[in-house]
């Protein structure tokens, strides 16, 4: 008897392990759909920026437009509230604007009505700046499991993950460089977070990624315009 509870302890504890893997799954959810990568032959890839938008738009924006580049901002709904004209000048600079919650709270077990207050607020503000287009999702920190999917997936609405993501694994600048440079690839979409930059590293970084891939052919599009090549 005591056996066989250690073995129902055990089983459990690896059912547990592996659906925590497939809250985290870059490249899979259990409904709707999901992008984290484009197959295209095109040297063109996808800039994505998490969180915000803050008061960082002022020095990232000018990066872009240097490199006339396009990306995708995936914004969180309190900090729309807060700083509303900054994000209205990333919708007027043409870059592409998704949803990121309004609180940035990981959406596993949430309730329906949790995550359907946390999308549709932010929605909401990112129709006050004045987008019209479609809204694509991302979920912090990537978390998803049943609950949010099933809800993205009732209201056509896309997950956004990433394939590059220099900030997880690597801390120096050189090393989120070179990580980006040797493993990029057309179609690829990459992760990062400026918003919050305070020592002007997350943008030292975006400068050089602009730079180096533009002088490898590399064109910088929204997500949307990677998924429509």
């Known amino acids: 008897m005591k056996k066989k509870l250690i073995m129902g302890i055990i089983l459990i504890a690896l059912i547990c392990a592996g659906l925590f893997q497939v809250t985290k799954l870059r490249t899979f959810q259990l409904f709707g759909a999901l992008t984290y990568h484009a197959e295209t032959e095109e040297k063109v890839i996808a800039l994505t920026f ?41 919708f007027d600079a043409g870059h592409q604007i998704g949803n990121h919650t309004y609180s940035h709270k990981r959406m596993v077990l949430k309730s329906p009505s949790f995550i359907k207050e946390e999308i549709e ?25 049943i ?22 694994y690597y801390t120096s600048v050189n090393e989120k460089i070179s990580y980006v440079m040797e493993n990029i690839e ?14 002007g590293e997350i943008l030292q970084v975006v400068e050089t990624i602009l730079k180096e891939l533009t002088n490898e052919g590399y064109r910088f599009v929204t997500v949307d315009e990677l998924q429509a090549l």
């Open 50 to 90: 998490d969180d915000g938008p803050t008061k960082n738009v002022d020095q990232l924006l000018p990066l872009l437009d240097k490199y006339n580049a396009k990306a995708t901002f995936f914004l969180i709904g309190n900090e729309i509230e807060k700083h509303p004209e900054e994000a209205k000048k990333l």
């Open 147 to 168: 609950g949010l999917p099933y809800y993205l997936n009732k209201h056509n609405k896309e997950t956004i993950m990433w394939s590059l993501d220099p900030e997880t």
């Open 186 to 199: 057309p179609g690829s979409i990459i992760l990062l977070h400026p918003m919050y930059d305070q020592t």
């Open 121 to 145: 607020k932010t929605d909401e503000l990112i129709r006050s700046i004045g987008y019209t287009e479609e809204i694509d999702f991302r979920p912090p920190y990537g978390k998803k499991f």
